[in-house]
């Protein structure tokens, strides 16, 4: 069965470094997505990425957030200067249709230290 | 963002069917109901989803009251792998544009 997969499934960063999170979506899916769950709180959303640009973000994605679609498979979310409060679990998810099923990856665990 | 309301946790015994509500009394003409699933340390995952007609598929069942402000996933026969987070979000053209909004679901345990 297609899924989404992310790497690293962990990583360690030094406050103030950059770090840049790897997901490749379901491969005929159209829309990208980046959400975050900081320990213990709620899923959020950060960004949806379509036809190669940005097509909805929130008040989390700031200018420290960008998203980029290298190739025909890689989805990345880069944070430019990592702060404390960024550790959490970043998921990526991607769907077919705008308001269809989303398909979420496992994960990758964000500790900034 | 239309709201949706749902208990905060629930129990059920393994094999037995379970029937998780939510109420989304604000929901729009155009919001589909979705239903997604959290396991401990794990993504989200697509459950179910629809928009006016009771659904099925192989994980479970949605049924859909007929005003659509409110629905019920079901599952048939609760596992211990069914133990998880549930998440019930309206998603439309006006109300979510292409977020999911995740609140707090409810938390399932099932018992073995």
């Known amino acids: 069965e297609p899924e989404v997969t992310q790497t690293p499934s962990h990583q360690v960063t030094q406050m103030g470094q950059e770090v840049i999170l790897r997901c490749v979506p379901i491969?005929?899916?159209?829309?990208f997505y980046w959400y975050r769950q900081i320990l213990g709180q709620k899923v959020e959303f950060l960004v949806s990425?379509?036809?190669?640009?940005?097509?909805?973000k929130s008040e989390i994605f700031d200018d420290q957030f960008s998203v980029e679609r290298p190739d025909g498979s890689n989805f990345t979310l880069k944070i430019r200067s990592t702060k404390l409060e960024d550790s959490a679990m970043y998921f990526c998810?991607?769907?077919?249709?705008?308001?269809?099923?989303?398909?979420f990856g496992q994960g990758t665990r964000l500790t900034v230290v | 963002d239309a709201k949706t309301t749902q208990p905060n946790s629930m129990e059920s015994n393994e094999e037995e069917p379970v029937h998780l509500p939510c109420n989304h009394s604000?929901?729009?003409?155009?919001?589909?109901i979705h239903w997604y699933r959290q396991l401990p340390s794990q993504g989200p995952e697509y459950v179910i989803h629809?928009?006016?007609s009771n659904v099925n598929n192989r994980m479970a069942s949605l049924a859909i009251a007929e005003d659509r402000k409110s629905s019920t996933l079901i599952l048939h026969r609760a596992t211990l792998r069914d133990a998880a987070v549930y998440y019930c979000?309206?998603?439309?053209?006006?109300?979510?544009?292409?977020?999911?909004?995740f609140g707090e679901g409810t938390q399932l345990t099932v018992n073995p």
């Open positions: 998810a991607s769907s077919f249709y705008r308001l269809g099923e989303a398909f």
């Open positions: 491969s005929n899916h159209l829309y």
């Open positions: 990425f379509y036809n190669n640009e940005i097509s909805e």
């Open positions: 604000t929901i729009s003409g155009t919001d589909y």
């Open positions: 629809g928009l006016t």
């Open positions: 979000i309206l998603r439309g053209q006006e109300t979510s544009g292409s977020r999911l909004t």
